[in-house]
């Protein structure tokens, strides 16, 4: 599938009136949809592909630690078909074992749903893909100085997602240090706080 942009207001219609819903569709704001992006698999997977998934809409954060930090991905599964639903999967210590637990009712997901879309979860760059110069001036020599930041360690985050037949993962490291780093760079700071949503939603 090529890349496609949605439209500006993209909504998806289910079949289905649910009481977690207030009428037959769903806002999910500016979707794009690449399936090359699922060429390469950057983090140890234990779950089947998401373009497998018969979900009308389905959310999956994953948070994969680096290398040397000898710790497993996760993670947190939103899904909805009839209804909503949510699952956080995660790695037995020391095996393959792949356990799961239900946070359905812990926190509401239409609230977090919103949440997730008001950040542009179905919308953002991957991280890469990002302009990231930060400059300051010197009026004084009338010159413009521009400097980067480098992190060499940390933790990454992926976004994988399906919204009707609209597939797309992406990945940000770190992201609450670059937002820092780079104030202007609104996306850093949307996806650190989409990792913010998933964080309080599991701990």
Known sequence: MTRIIAT???????????????????FVGDVISDTTTFRHNGYRT???????????????FITSPSSESQEYPNYTILTFNKKWSAKYF?????????????????????TIFS??????????PD??????????????????????????????????YKVGDFYRRYSFCNPDNYADFYPQVYELRKFANIVEIFTEWTK
């Open 90 to 110: 995660y790695f037995k210590v020391d095996t393959n074992s792949l356990l799961s637990k239900s946070i359905n009712g812990e926190i509401d997901i239409d």
């Open 46 to 60: 234990g779950l089947t592909s998401i373009l497998k998934s018969k979900n009308k809409v389905e959310i999956r």
């Open 127 to 160: 991280q890469n893909r990002l302009r990231t110069e930060k400059y300051e001036y010197n009026p004084e020599t009338n010159e413009f100085i521009g400097y980067g930041m480098k992190t060499a360690d940390g933790t990454c985050y992926y976004i994988e």
């Open 115 to 124: 949440r997730l879309v008001s950040n542009n979860i179905f919308s953002l």
């Open 8 to 26: 500006i207001i993209f909504i998806l219609t289910v079949s289905v009136l649910t009481a977690q819903t207030k009428d037959k569709t769903i």
